[in-house]
C-alpha cells in the first residue's frame, strides 16, 4: 500500500508559511454534486498517520481520519457545485467552481496550493503546484480527499433519506449496477446529471 508523504509540504513550509492540498470527488458520478476539500498546512503538526487517497480506505477509516484532520489542520473547507450546475457549464468547470467556493471559504490564505493532477489552473489561487496521482503522493492533497469524500458521502445518505429508493446511501451517485436499476425504476430526479445519462 503507497502512503503519500510530507516530504513536499516540508519543501515548501521552507519558503511558504502557509500551504495547502485541494482534491475533489465525484467527477464521475451520475447523481449528486462534484465537492472539493482543501486542507491547509501550516507546520508539521497537521500530520496524522494512515493518510493515504481516499478512494483507497473503507468509509470508516475515512471517518475516522476526516474527524482526525478537523481537530488537528489549522483550517479546512468544503466547496461544492450542484449537479444542475455540472449540466449547466461542464464537470470541468464545476470542479474548478467547487474549487472556488472551498477557496473562498478559508481562513487562512495559502501562498502555495497543490493540487491533483492538471484538473484546474485557476488564476485567484496562489502558486499552484500540479502533480499526477498527487493524491496518492502528497499528504495534503489526500487529505483534502478524505474531507471532501467524507462531506460528499454524508450529503448522498441525505439525499436516500430525502428521496428514498435510489439507494444513494450505497453507491453514493456513481453508475454501478444498483444505481441504473433504481433510475430504470424510478426514473431520473432531481440531482441527476442529464448530460451524464444517455
Do not use: N
Amino acid at each position: 500500500m503507497q502512503y503519500p508523504t510530507f516530504s513536499l509540504e516540508y519543501e515548501l513550509l521552507q519558503r511558504h508559511s502557509i500551504i495547502a492540498g485541494v482534491d475533489e470527488v465525484g467527477r464521475g458520478c451520475l447523481a449528486g454534486p462534484v465537492v472539493a476539500g482543501i486542507a491547509i498546512i501550516t507546520d508539521d503538526s497537521s500530520y496524522i498517520s494512515g493518510i493515504r487517497d481516499s478512494k483507497t480506505l473503507s468509509e470508516k477509516q475515512r471517518e475516522k481520519l476526516a474527524q482526525k484532520l478537523t481537530e488537528v489542520l489549522p483550517a479546512y473547507s468544503i466547496g461544492v457545485a450542484s449537479a444542475k450546475e455540472i449540466d449547466q457549464i461542464g464537470i470541468r468547470k464545476a470542479t474548478h467552481l467547487a474549487m472556488l467556493r472551498a477557496y473562498w471559504k478559508l481562513e487562512l490564505i495559502p501562498q502555495a496550493l497543490l493540487m491533483d493532477g492538471e484538473k484546474a489552473t485557476i488564476p485567484i489561487f496562489s502558486k499552484t503546484y500540479q502533480y499526477d496521482k498527487g493524491d496518492l503522493r502528497f499528504y495534503s492533497i489526500a487529505a483534502a480527499s478524505i474531507l471532501a469524500k467524507v462531506y460528499r458521502d454524508s450529503y448522498m445518505r441525505q439525499l436516500e433519506e430525502q428521496m428514498p429508493g435510489y439507494s444513494f446511501d450505497k453507491h453514493k451517485g456513481y453508475g454501478t449496477k444498483l444505481h441504473y436499476e433504481s433510475l430504470f425504476r424510478l426514473g431520473l430526479s432531481d440531482v441527476h446529471r442529464r448530460t451524464f445519462i444517455h
